[in-house]
């Protein structure tokens, strides 16, 4: 597999340094072009549809940052889009370990959770941040028509299961979105097994004609290379 057809090709973003996207830990953020929704309230919509409009960062590019500035992190982040959609993910986490020796934090819609299981079992990951967008009736909506009710409930009643097994490996987060009300909240939080809680996110309406030029304000790795 070239580099193109490989999951190397969705590598579309860097945040160099986060405090808040894992809480407690300073982190940096790799962003993964792809999704598998099509939620309406997206924030990151370039980068879940249209990522070949973003700058492709190389392999070469992230391990080299890796290895300039990973004694700086706690951790590292693997969002999206949706990280589990892109081909070849367990050797990018592979890579991304091998390099930086930090412990990673992956962000996922759980709608793939054969793949989630995947890389929790290999131990490519240590924790993570699974959404659970509203009452299972809502996904439809909350998604773009992507995903169904039935699907959306068997899909995260699997996750539940790996999260009740692997306690200190999950987190719940929840964005309230406009078309969810308090008891909807309340509905998304009784599906969580017990010991678990739901971050509530607040929304922020998405800047649609900035967020492409917000995307390429991120400045190259290359840039940030000592
Ligand atoms: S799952 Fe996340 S990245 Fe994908 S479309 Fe929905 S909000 Fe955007």
């Not at 819609?109 to 890389?119: A, F, K, R, V």
């Not at 039935?150 to 406009?178: D, H, S, W």
Request: some cysteine.
């Amino acid at each position: 597999m070239n580099e193109l057809s490989s999951g190397w090709n969705h590598l579309r973003g860097i945040e160099p340094l986060s405090l808040c996207d894992w809480p407690g830990k300073s982190c940096c953020v790799f962003f993964l072009g792809g999704c598998n929704l099509n939620c309406p309230t997206c924030h990151n919509f370039d980068m879940a549809w249209n990522m070949e409009r973003l700058h492709l960062l190389s392999r070469e590019d992230m391990k080299s940052f890796l290895r300039n500035r990973a004694k700086w992190l706690d951790g590292v982040t693997i969002t999206g889009g949706e990280p589990t959609t892109v081909p070849n993910l367990g050797e990018i986490l592979y890579e991304v370990r091998q390099v930086s020796k930090l412990p990673i934090k992956m962000d996922s819609n759980g709608m793939l959770p054969d793949i989630l299981e995947d890389i929790l079992q290999q131990g490519l990951a240590d924790m993570f941040a699974v959404d659970v967008k509203g009452p299972y009736e809502k996904y439809p909506a909350l998604t773009g028509q992507a995903v169904t009710a039935e699907a959306a409930q068997k899909n995260l009643e699997r996750i539940f299961e790996l999260a009740e097994a692997n306690p200190k490996a999950f987190y719940f987060r929840l964005t309230k979105v406009p078309i969810l009300t308090d008891e909807d909240v309340e509905t998304a939080k009784s599906y969580l097994p017990d010991g678990f809680e739901l971050t509530i996110q607040n929304y922020i309406p998405p800047r649609r004609d900035h967020a492409h030029a917000d995307n390429e304000a991120r400045r190259p790795v290359g840039d940030l290379v000592d």
